[in-house]
């Protein structure tokens, strides 16, 4: 990669970073193929939402 290209990731992944940080949340673990962790659903589901297969 250029160096623009590695400034330009960082830039964007230096607030993702800093959130979980702030939050105290860790990425919670999921299995391969599947639809995320199940508070993933719980979200879309708190707004009328679900996973389409």
């Not at 990731?9 to 939050?23: F, N």
Request: aromatic residues 10%.
């Amino acid at each position: 990669m250029r160096r623009d290209e590695v400034e330009a990731a960082w830039a964007w992944i230096d607030p993702v970073i800093k959130g979980c940080e702030e939050h105290f949340q860790a990425p919670r673990p999921y299995a391969a193929g599947s639809n995320g962790p199940e508070q993933a659903t719980s979200l879309l589901a708190r707004h009328g939402r679900v996973w389409h297969s």
